[in-house]
């Protein structure tokens, strides 16, 4: 049996109810064998002092003073019960008056036992020399003036026969009942527990993304039902803690947003004046660098927080040319200063019309395109390329930069995460950029990844649902 088919409950439950039935069975079978053996063997005792009740009528003593069974009595002489029949009658002092053939002259039972048959039907199983059992009968009977014990019996070799056959076809009922009792039960439980399976299947799908899904309640009034309820108010508890830290996040942000504008404004304003001195230009420098850090920051985590309000499905219809095009607007001042060309084929897709919201795709788009800036050298190329397949366009971003640790490509996308490679650290920022991108990509229904197979820097590839493709364009 395959162990893993036994770790699941429906096999278990089959292997308990199979072994549980497989006992009650074989009791039964002790029982029933044991009551069919006893009744037999009191219905052949019954028959045996009936047939020595009618030989007592049928001997007689001849003139000669032998002992003589009349046997003209039997309508049927060839029948069993007169040729297996054996007996044989003494008297009190052990002399054989009467043997039936078929003994062959063996002594039946042997000597006389005390007071045997006197006043009743003495009944015990003798053994004959060539081993035959035989159930013997006896009884004091007194005939023409003369007290004789009569011993009648028969062999039980045929009687035990058929109760071993008896018990041959219980035994080998057992298994076939087991085999089809365990289909059966298997079955039934299987059925029994394919509620479960559906809850768990459903369950498994349910994430932090679509926590307002519930299981399906059949039957609130069974354990299942009961199950599935105890598990939605969980769900319940844990949407509203969602909600709650996501409300968190934005509140938070939004919060120390007027603070942190209210702190660079007079920065700005002190670095401006003629009577700040050298050194506290310097301080006052680094205060607002770090507070433009601290900014980035909020508006990440502002931006952050919609996409995880955000439903799948946005409510806007887009072109991917003209959101890639706006990208490359935005952040082609940044790649000039740099020398770096931003190199693109994309314009072969304006046909190509995507659903979702228009400005976190937008979002997500400028953050993979802003990494790919900040990690290029100068005096390089990005290379933006498109392609579609099974209803999917995919975008690649391929930069000339350092690349990223294969033992990275799963850790970038945490939120905060920052590489600890020493080329990339002092152009790393608050580690929020990639897990924005890939959220609402998610989001979007699909999916965004860095190649593992390129060569030389990174190559980040995302993947979009195509909404539909206007031809002519």
């Not at 007996?87 to 009190?92: G, K, N, T």
């Not at 004091?140 to 045929?158: D, E, K």
């Not at 790919?372 to 190329?381: G, M, Q, R």
């Not at 294969?406 to 990639?434: C, D, K, M, V």
């Amino acid at each position: 049996m395959n162990w893993c088919l036994v770790k699941q409950i429906r096999s278990r439950l089959t292997v308990w109810y199979i072994a549980v039935l497989a006992m009650i069975l074989a009791v039964y079978v002790v029982l029933v064998f044991a009551f069919q053996y006893r009744f037999i063997r009191n219905q052949i005792f019954h028959d045996e002092v009936q047939d020595l009740v009618t030989v007592e009528g049928l001997l007689y003593f001849d003139d000669a003073g032998a002992l003589k069974l009349q046997q003209d009595y039997f309508s049927h002489p060839q029948s069993h019960l007169l040729i297996d029949r054996l007996m044989e009658v003494h008297d009190l002092s052990g002399v054989v008056l009467y043997r039936t053939p078929n003994l062959a002259g063996e002594s039946l039972g042997g000597p006389s036992l005390p007071n045997e048959g006197d006043d009743r039907f003495d009944q015990r199983v003798v053994r004959l020399s060539d081993g035959t059992h035989v159930s013997l009968v006896s009884h004091l009977h007194t005939m023409q003036g003369r007290v004789v014990l009569i011993r009648l019996g028969y062999s039980l070799a045929p009687f035990r026969m058929r109760m071993t056959q008896f018990l041959e076809i219980l035994l080998i009922a057992i298994p076939i009942a087991l085999v089809f009792a365990g289909f059966a039960g298997y079955q039934i439980a299987r059925q029994a527990l394919k509620p479960l399976e559906e809850m768990a299947s459903t369950a498994k799908q349910i994430t932090a993304r679509n926590l307002n899904e519930r299981l399906l309640i059949e039957n609130p009034d069974d354990e299942l039902g009961h199950m599935a309820a105890v598990f939605n108010d969980l769900l319940d508890r844990l949407e509203q803690a969602f909600q709650q830290l996501h409300s968190f996040t934005g509140d938070a942000a939004h919060e120390l947003r007027a603070p942190m504008a209210a702190i660079r404004a007079v920065g700005e304003i002190a670095l401006r004046e003629q009577e700040t001195g050298e050194r506290d230009k310097d301080a006052l420098a680094s205060i607002l660098e770090e507070t433009a850090r601290l900014e980035d920051t909020i508006e990440g985590l502002l931006l952050l927080a919609r996409a995880e309000a955000a439903r799948s499905i946005g409510p806007d219809n887009y072109s991917l040319v003209e959101v890639l095009g706006e990208v490359t607007e935005v952040l082609g001042v940044l790649a000039e200063e740099r020398r770096i060309r931003l190199s693109s084929n994309i314009h072969a897709a304006s046909g190509i019309v995507l659903s979702g919201d228009r400005g976190l795709i937008r979002s997500a788009v400028m953050n993979v395109v802003h990494n790919a800036i900040k990690f290029s050298p100068n005096d390089s190329t990005i290379t933006f390329t498109h392609s579609v397949a099974e209803g999917q366009v995919q975008l690649t971003v391929q930069d000339q930069g350092p690349g990223i640790e294969r033992s990275e490509l799963e850790s970038i996308f945490g939120r905060f995460y920052t590489s600890p490679a020493g080329q990339t650290a002092p152009n790393s920022g608050a580690g929020l950029g990639l897990s924005i991108a890939q959220l609402v990509i998610q989001r979007s229904g699909g999916e965004i990844f860095f190649d593992p197979d390129v060569s030389v820097g990174a190559c980040c590839v995302i993947r979009l649902p195509v909404h539909r493709v206007v031809s002519g364009q």
